[in-house]
């Protein structure tokens, strides 16, 4: 990504990172954030999947990003929630 410059070393890309994801938490539990070779690697538990799109894309628009990794998001079953307000 080439938009916001969150960090200037690998070794506080990880906290920068979940910082910039927590300060508008779009809904996932117990995030942890990795990062390592300009990959993003995110753990945790989200509520919706559109809860993890938007921390994708979050974590995509860092400086120095290039690839989002979310194998360790887990994502509820259900998908259809007619209730679902559009936050």
């Given at each position: ?15 920068k ?56 998001v ?10 679902a307000?559009?936050?």
């Amino acid at each position: 990504g080439s938009g916001h410059k969150l960090f200037s070393t690998e070794k506080e890309a990880d906290r920068k990172i979940e910082e910039h994801i927590r300060t508008s938490n779009p809904g996932i539990e117990n995030l942890k954030v990795k990062y390592k070779n300009s990959t993003v690697y995110l753990s945790g538990d989200a509520q919706t999947p559109d809860a993890l799109q938007k921390a994708v894309l979050m974590a995509g628009n860092v400086q120095g990003v290039d690839t989002v990794n979310v194998d360790g998001v887990k994502i509820p079953k259900q998908v259809s929630n007619p209730q679902a307000l559009e936050g």
